[in-house]
């Protein structure tokens, strides 16, 4: 093997996994970030007196290629795991949907429609073949299988706080790979699925990642925020906030597509508009610190549709009391695209209708209770699960040196950190294998 000088553009998990892959390999690295700390979607921020994730993360028992890089990092082993609870709140109620005699009580649907629900979610767990469900809408799929009650009840609220009022826009395989996520457990021979994290949250995971890049020779260049690649002879040269071109033998971005067009001026024009043209959901995200836990759901699903979040989810239903100084931890999260009105309410004009809701969720809550109150907004969190997607995505190179490797090449999966890991070692085991010279990543 020659040994190459690579440039590893952006610090997530993706570009941190694949920058480790390489330098295990024998190569050179220089990993480059834009934001003073590794990590984007999965970067911590500190709340109130407390060091916490930005957005709530979990890893699950069955994700293996997140706890294997936590094994190599020593941290697997410290790792807590705990069966969550979940709620659903519809009709003005909260009730527990977090086990099979729940699901009997529920009275949003009746006996033979909960039967056909049920047959749903087996029939999707067990069904192998994502990528023939690319083509299918997910509406006429749900009405198939689960029926038109059930569709407008249970599945199109759940769908719609993902996805927006877009969501009869969507594949069969985007809800089908959620479900698949959730029975991985099961699949991988475990019996029940738990939720677990490592103590300090992914500050802890981030800085011993950060740490062991170091240790390999990587050099990690934070607060560089790179603006623009080209393929030139013999490599190509990466320009970042920070002065001339420096030259690689190769360049990765890891970034998602409208940012990787926008930083490569020599794109060739089919390439640019495929890219150009995969579409994402954004996020706004309150994370809300509290003077003491909320309640015990990890969890709560919202099918009223009238609130200004799409979902509750408390961490300290999930983390022990010590992590969070005895605080009570809660995200509130809206998905929408970056062109929806809430990506322009401030802080204030947030905190007021979130805590409302909040507030009409659980009568109990007083918004005295709140200690710490942020907002996060990200444009771009994941692609939206189009008809067709896998065939739509770009396939060309984008030069032979210059390379792509980004969550949405994640094909009939759902975005989270074990998808990412994986998708970063097949990437570095492609990249490594053809001496960079074959970007396609295997699916
Ligand atoms: C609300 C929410 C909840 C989630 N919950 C979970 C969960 O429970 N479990 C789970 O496993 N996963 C979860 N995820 C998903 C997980 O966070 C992602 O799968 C993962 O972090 C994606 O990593 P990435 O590297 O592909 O992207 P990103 O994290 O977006 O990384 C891209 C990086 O590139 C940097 N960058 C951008 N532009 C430039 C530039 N010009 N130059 C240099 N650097 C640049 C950014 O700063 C960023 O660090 C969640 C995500 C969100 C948003």
Redesign the pocket.
């Known amino acids: 093997m020659v040994e190459r000088d690579w440039a590893v553009?952006?610090?997530?998990?993706?570009?941190?996994?694949l920058a480790l892959r390489l330098a295990a390999a024998g190569h050179r690295v220089t990993l480059?970030?834009?934001?003073p700390s590794?990590?984007?979607?999965?970067?911590a921020w500190r709340l109130g007196d407390v060091v916490w994730?930005?957005?709530?993360?979990?890893?699950?028992l069955s994700?293996r290629h997140?706890r294997g890089l936590l094994r190599e990092l020593g941290l697997e082993d410290e790792m807590r795991w705990t069966q969550t609870r979940s709620g659903l709140y519809g009709a003005g109620r909260l009730v527990s949907v977090s086990n099979t005699l729940d699901y009997a009580r529920l009275d949003l649907l009746g006996w033979s429609d909960k039967a056909r629900l049920a047959g749903t979610i087996l029939w999707a767990s067990r069904w192998r073949d994502g990528a023939s469900l690319e083509e299918r809408p997910v509406e006429d799929w749900l009405r198939r299988l689960s029926g038109s009650r059930v569709l407008e009840r249970f599945w199109a609220p759940l769908l719609r706080s993902k996805l927006g009022d877009r969501y009869p826009e969507a594949s069969a395989a985007f809800l089908w790979a959620t479900i698949q996520r959730l029975y991985a457990a099961r699949r991988s021979g475990l019996k029940v699925e738990m939720?677990g994290y490592v103590p300090g949250g992914y500050a802890r995971v981030l800085e011993r990642l950060q740490q062991r890049l170091e240790e390999m020779g990587v050099e990690v260049r934070l607060d560089?925020?790179?603006?623009e690649v080209r393929q030139v002879e013999g490599g190509a040269t990466v320009v970042?906030n920070d002065g001339e071109p420096a030259l690689f033998d190769r360049a990765v971005l890891?970034?998602?597509p409208r940012?990787c067009v926008?930083?490569l001026p020599d794109l060739e024009p089919g390439i640019r508009d495929q890219m150009a043209a995969v579409d994402y959901q954004g996020?706004v995200?309150a994370a809300v610190l509290l003077d003491r836990p909320l309640a015990d759901y990890y969890l709560t699903y919202l099918v009223d549709e009238d609130l200004p979040f799409t979902a509750i989810?408390e961490m300290s239903a999930l983390v022990d009391r010590d992590q969070l100084g005895g605080h009570g931890l809660v995200?509130l999260?809206c998905?929408a695209p970056v062109s929806d009105p809430i990506f322009r309410r401030s802080d204030d004009e947030l905190r007021r209708s979130f805590l409302d809701g909040l507030a009409r969720v659980h009568p109990e809550f007083e918004p005295s209770r709140v200690r710490a109150f942020r907002v996060?907004r990200?444009a771009?969190?994941?692609p939206f699960p189009v008809l067709g997607y896998t065939r739509k995505l770009p396939t060309g190179t984008l030069g032979p040196d210059v390379h792509w490797v980004?969550?949405a090449q994640?094909q009939n999966g759902t975005?989270?950190?074990?998808?990412?890991v994986a998708?970063?070692e097949r990437a570095a085991a492609a990249l490594i294998g053809s001496d960079g010279r074959e970007s396609r990543v295997p699916a």
């Not at 480059?32 to 934001?35: I, L, T, V």
């Not at 975005?415 to 990412?420: I, K």
């Open positions: 553009v952006g610090g997530g998990m993706l570009g941190a996994t480059f970030e834009g934001a590794l990590g984007g979607l999965a970067s994730d930005r957005h709530y993360h979990v890893t699950l994700d997140t939720f560089t925020p790179v603006k970042s890891t970034l998602t940012r926008a930083m996020i995200c989810v995200y999260p998905y996060s990200v771009e969190v994941f980004s969550s994640i975005l989270n950190v074990d998808e990412t998708l970063a």
